[in-house]
């Protein structure tokens, strides 16, 4: 089992930056990948970034690209979502998940919330225009 816990989220002005944490317990932290997604009321869940084991490959949805990044700290179990630029658009609930496997190696894969076996809760990011 893997519990995932999410800080971080609160209501910040457009233009601002947060930095979403996720921690991880239960199993070996090393040994899966970690990914980021989103969703706002009334929407489908959005993919929005996702990361290897290492931290070597990362992965980003196009609207979020230049702003988002994604980081993790394998010491200490947990993995970070760095959030610059927000848009009232980027407002929503962000969940992190695990998969075990190190790393599918491609986007479509890494991007697909079928492919995570563990989710927290969520944090809510709410920004103001």
């Known amino acids: 089992q893997v519990q995932l816990v999410e800080s971080g989220g609160g209501l910040v002005q457009a233009g601002g930056s947060l930095r979403l944490s996720c921690a991880a317990s239960?199993?070996?932290?090393?040994?899966?990948?970690m990914g980021w997604f989103r969703q706002a009321p009334g929407k489908e869940r959005e993919f929005v970034a996702a990361i290897n084991w290492s931290g070597g490959n990362t992965y980003y949805a196009d609207s979020v690209k230049g702003r988002f990044t994604t980081s993790r700290d394998n010491a200490k179990n947990t993995v970070y979502l760095q959030i610059n630029s927000l848009k009232p658009e980027d407002t929503a609930v962000y969940c992190c998940a695990a998969t075990l496997i190190y790393d599918y190696s491609n986007y479509d894969t890494m991007s697909a919330p079928t492919i995570y076996d563990y989710w927290g809760q969520g944090t809510q990011v709410t920004v103001s225009s």
């Open positions: 239960g199993r070996t932290f090393s040994s899966y990948a």
